[in-house]
């Protein structure tokens, strides 16, 4: 995803860039399909650094971590970065301080690759067990079946390891 801050003559401005599904690897396994991923920005712009704030939104299918279906949802997270322009300066990614926080703009060209902050954004946004509804009954852990979907006929007895002691001493 590229930020093209040629476009701005005056500031503060506003942008949005909308990104290609392929542009993004390195998620996690429970993201199945990336549909659309939009980055809206507010951009103050001082010397050759340029202040950005906005919203990652992304429309994704997921994986269930109770059922393993496939579900959509979207994903919205909040993000800020810097887009620093080395051309003024000479610098290299090792002259910025160690944070992840900036995006480097190489040359004069004005454009700032930022489908890492992006990525991040997006990661950050995912719930750590995504599910495709809170009533969710996952599968059976006898014989897989989708329990969402049909019942089963599998013996499933609750049995808290931890009541062993007192039920050894029932049963002398």
């Not at 300066?89 to 700032?112: C, F, K, M, Q, S």
Request: charged share 30%.
């Amino acid at each position: 995803m590229i930020l093209d801050l040629r476009q701005f003559e005056h500031f503060p401005a506003r942008a949005e860039v909308k990104g290609r599904p392929d542009e993004f690897s390195g998620l996690p396994d429970e993201v199945r399909k990336i549909r659309e991923v939009t980055l809206r920005v507010a951009i103050q712009h001082s010397n050759d650094e340029y202040f950005c704030q906005g919203t990652v939104d992304a429309s994704v299918d997921l994986e269930c971590s109770r059922c393993l279906t496939e579900f959509a949802t979207e994903l919205s997270g909040k993000t800020d970065f810097i887009a620093r322009s080395d051309a003024t300066t000479g610098a290299t990614r090792r002259d910025v301080p160690d944070d992840e926080d900036y995006v480097l703009i190489h040359g004069n060209d004005l454009r700032a690759d930022v489908t890492d902050i992006v990525r991040q954004t997006m990661v950050l946004a995912l719930s750590l067990k995504p599910l495709c509804s809170e009533s969710c009954r996952g599968l059976c852990p006898m014989c897989g079946t989708n329990l969402n979907e049909r019942s089963c006929n599998c013996h499933r007895q609750q049995v808290d390891e931890r009541w062993n002691g007192l039920r050894d001493l029932l049963n002398p």
